[in-house]
């Protein structure tokens, strides 16, 4: 008879957190909203999630958190402090970069200090399952990049036509130019869901006849007092308010989330966490 084996060490394979970039094209559709309340419902569920606030311009995660950050990415592209030392702590274990509030015109850095900051992020060695970045409203290549060097980008869209428009106009740039060839879309600020989906259509309507891409719906998240009265708390609303209609939303919509296959590795040359991506891969195929 065979002795059991002795049972092995836990093996550290190094898991590379899954990125998800928030974008929408069209200021004020409710990106910074969707990036704070998706990585808070992650936190709630048990995630270890870092928000990554990449507006340089109107940068507003953390008002919205009601942080005062000491340091924040305009201290690290000015090369004052090392990224590790933005590293805030917001509600209930939240890990938060905040970006620069209150510069509003900042200037717009150079393609090689985003990928910089890509690859920063990739060296940091802390145990994230999540990570969530906030973009910019419009097209800029510092939008472009962080979509691209996720792996999933959420494009939120809301029932009004310039945003729309200005989804469409992201979706053709991030395929024809950036190699992303899919994209959720989350609706949001619906009146119900049936609008959501309606709108959901007519973009996908465009982008399967004119683009190379894959739009998947995600769902759509109502439009809520709550919420609003949450962002006057300078609180995300799944924490200040759990029982109302977006708070329900926001945690369906970070349960379908955690359904999603692992990241199934880099797409492109400027990716969070490639080599940790391959790491994890290269042990799961030993
Ligand atoms: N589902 C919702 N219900 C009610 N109000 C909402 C909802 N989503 C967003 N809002 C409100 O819309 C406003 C804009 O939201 P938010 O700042 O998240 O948009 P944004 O896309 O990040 O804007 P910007 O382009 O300026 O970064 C906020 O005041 C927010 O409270
Ligand atoms: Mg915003």
């Not at 559709?29 to 709630?44: E, F, Y």
């Not at 402090?81 to 510069?103: D, H, M, Q």
């Not at 036509?161 to 024809?176: E, I």
């Amino acid at each position: 008879m065979h002795s059991p084996e002795p049972p092995r060490p836990h093996s550290p394979v190094p898991t590379a957190p899954r990125v998800i970039a928030v974008t929408g094209g069209k200021g004020g559709v409710g990106k910074t909203t969707v990036s704070i309340n998706l990585a808070m419902a992650m936190v709630l569920s048990g995630q270890r999630t870092l928000l990554l606030d990449t507006d340089l311009g109107l940068a507003n995660v953390d008002v919205m958190l009601g942080l005062s950050p000491r340091l924040t990415l305009a201290d690290v592209f000015a090369g004052r402090c090392e990224l590790r030392e933005t590293i805030i702590e917001g509600p209930r274990g939240l890990l938060v970069v905040p970006a620069a509030s209150g510069k509003r015109h900042m200037t717009e850095l150079l393609p090689q200090q985003h990928a910089g900051l890509v690859n920063a992020f990739s060296q940091l060695d802390l145990p994230l399952d999540v990570m969530v970045v906030d973009t910019a409203a419009g097209i800029s290549d510092s939008v472009l990049t962080f979509c691209q060097a996720a792996q999933d980008v959420i494009l939120v869209v809301c029932d009004e036509p310039a945003s729309v428009t200005d989804a469409y106009a992201l979706a053709k740039v991030l395929s024809r130019d950036r190699g992303v060839n899919r994209i959720e879309v989350l609706a949001n600020q619906v009146a119900n869901p049936t609008e959501g989906k309606a709108l959901f259509d007519k973009l996908e309507r465009v982008t399967s006849r004119f683009l190379d891409i894959t739009l998947s719906y995600l769902g759509a998240i109502p439009r809520d007092e709550w919420l609003r009265v949450a962002v006057q708390r300078q609180e995300p609303v799944v924490d200040a308010f759990p029982g109302a209609p977006s708070s329900l939303a926001f945690r369906e919509l970070a349960a379908r989330i955690s359904q999603w296959q692992a990241p199934q590795g880099p797409r492109g040359h400027v990716e969070f966490f490639t080599e940790r991506l391959i790491a994890a891969q290269g042990s799961a195929c030993a």
